[in-house]
């Protein structure tokens, strides 16, 4: 047991200080999420909130750290603008219809997780997974450039200039270079929670005239981050009427929700693997996201998913374990209890540089330096992910990459289909197909073949080929008939159990053209290798 402990407590000091810099770095994003989804900044703390505490405890990826992200939040907009209109005017609904989303948002996250859908990430190729990071560094850098900001004298949202906008470069510069420098005095100091206590004491201490985190939430319509305990949200059930009709309004929501919020997770966690040289549990963090969302729904927070600036800022700080997250879901739900006016006096310029150094982190800055070298079909996905992650959205990117990816697969695997020919003493003419036997290689394998001038007797050999699927069986079927048509006789030899079985099951006339007694000790390897192995153990070299 002391073992135990003392295994967890090793890397307690890096947990603990990186949760409170990354739980710093959540006030923001979880407010600026909550104004992008059109609602109340506390709904989006929540959110951080207990979707991190539950993810950290439950989850699948230690050091991974989850919250309320703008990819949900860019979808959640046009939810809670249609759910407000189709109620009366200050009632609210679409608040509401966002938490009943989100609840059947995290039953079919949960439903992924019991099906173990989770290893299907392993499909991801790699050029999709640095699309996708360079992708989301581009997102990370573009949503802080709102931070340049301010409200004019009119009221507008305008650019800084002059004074403002330099004293705001400096900050930012100041908070990256402290980020740079102090790894290198010493790996075991904090340096993003350093950075940001340095740079808010010049400021309060300088009385500079900067954003704070105060400010920004004002800016946006907010009272300020001071807040009390999640409250069940009873209102749901009143206000929400559960039926088919709601079911087919929210039901396509939850749905995209569900697939950005797995995709983002999963490929997330991919990469804190990568990080860590370790590796999580898939299906876990489905069930664990999925049990965070129903719960944060029914408590009155937005939903969300794995951050990777975050996390990334998370494993930088030498947060490693599930304590990591834990301290900062706490903190943060601390702050908004008792320290709301000390984090709201925290610059944005700080947490703008933070970021920044995110963004440098997450970019896979070796993309350049082998493009070239790749082949192109990869570098056309790497670059399409990349854009399609900036300009749409993380599950629609994904999911191109990977049907790009898997166009390119077959195509060129469609190519490889070969058969050689040759003629036995009794006039046989031998076909022996070479390459996989697919949708895509049908064509090819059909062209191979001479049914009008071919002898009487055929033999197919399919010792260096596999039957993959229906489109395969379907071709061999009419190809036998064709050359019975013709008045030939067609044998299929070298087929492996598997395709036999494949093949008899889709039509049982497929079996007596099917060559059963063959001594080859080829056959016997392709056809069952575990068992042809075990069969040389018999043997002494």
């Keep these: 047991m002391t073992a135990f402990i003392r295994k967890r407590a090793a890397n307690a000091k890096n947990d603990i200080l990186s949760g409170l810099t990354v739980a710093l770095a959540l006030v923001p994003e979880a407010v600026a999420f909550a104004f992008v989804a059109g609602v109340d ?22 050091g991974m750290i989850s919250g309320a992200t703008g990819a949900l939040a860019v979808v959640m907009v046009t939810l809670v603008a249609k759910g407000n209109a189709m109620g009366a005017e200050g009632e609210n609904l679409g608040l509401y219809y966002l938490f009943a989303t989100v609840i059947l948002m995290g039953v079919i996250q949960m439903l992924a997780g019991v099906f173990k859908l989770g290893k299907f990430v392993r499909l991801i190729p790699h050029p999709v997974m640095m699309g996708f990071v360079n992708g989301l560094a581009i997102v990370i850098f573009l949503s802080q450039l709102g931070m340049f900001r301010e409200v004019a004298a009119d009221g507008d949202m305008v650019w800084m200039n002059g004074p403002r906008l330099w004293l705001m470069l400096g900050l930012v510069a100041l908070t990256m270079g402290m980020m740079y420098f102090l790894p290198k005095l010493s790996k075991k100091l904090p340096e993003a929670l350093i ?3 340095v740079v808010s004491g010049i400021v309060i201490l300088g009385k500079l005239d900067v954003a704070t985190v105060g400010s920004f939430i004002r800016e946006g319509g907010g009272e300020g981050l001071k807040g009390g305990l999640p409250q069940f949200q009873f209102d749901i059930f009143s206000k929400v009427p559960f039926n088919l009709e709601t079911l087919r309004f929210i039901g396509p929501y939850a749905v995209i929700l569900a697939a950005i919020g797995l995709i983002e997770s999963l490929m997330t966690l991919n990469l804190v693997d990568e990080l860590t040289e370790t590796r999580g549990n898939a299906n876990r963090e489905c069930l664990a996201q999925g049990g965070a969302n129903i719960v944060t729904g029914l408590f009155g927070g937005m939903g969300g998913c794995a951050m990777i600036g975050q996390s990334i800022i998370n494993i930088k700080s030498g947060g490693r374990t599930r304590l990591s997250g834990i301290v900062a879901a706490v903190t943060l739900l601390l702050f908004i209890l008792f320290a709301s006016g000390l984090i709201e006096q925290v610059p944005i310029a700080a947490l703008v540089g933070v970021m920044f150094m995110v963004v440098v982190g997450t970019f896979a800055w070796s993309s350049f330096r082998i493009l070239h070298k790749i082949p192109l079909a990869d570098a056309v996905v790497l670059i399409t992910v990349s854009l399609l992650t900036v300009f749409f959205d993380l599950a ?27 003629m036995k003493e009794d006039g046989t003419k ?40 229906h489109s395969a069986l379907e071709a061999i079927f009419n190809l036998v008939e064709k050359y019975e048509a013709a008045g030939k006789k067609v044998t299929l030899k070298h087929l492996s159990e598997d395709c036999k079985n494949l093949m008899v099951k889709a039509s049982p006339k497929l079996a007596q053209v099917i060559e059963e007694d063959i001594n080859d000790p080829r056959y016997y390897l392709a056809a069952n290798p575990e068992e042809f192995t075990k069969g040389l153990g018999e043997y002494k070299f």
């Design 41 to 62: 900044p506390l709904v989006g703390l929540y959110a951080a909130f207990m979707i991190g505490l539950i993810t950290s405890i439950f989850g699948g990826r230690p």
């Design 195 to 197: 950075a940001i206590v």
């Design 396 to 422: 629609v990117a994904v999911i191109a990459g990977v049907i790009i990816s898997a166009l390119v697969f077959a195509w060129e695997n469609a190519k490889r289909i070969r058969a050689r020919k040759r």
């Design 430 to 469: 031998v076909y022996e197909i070479w390459g996989p036997l697919f949708f895509g290689s049908i064509q090819a394998f059909n062209s191979k073949f001479d049914v009008k001038n071919d002898p009487s007797k055929v033999e197919i050999d399919f010792v260096e080929s596999r039957i993959s699927d």
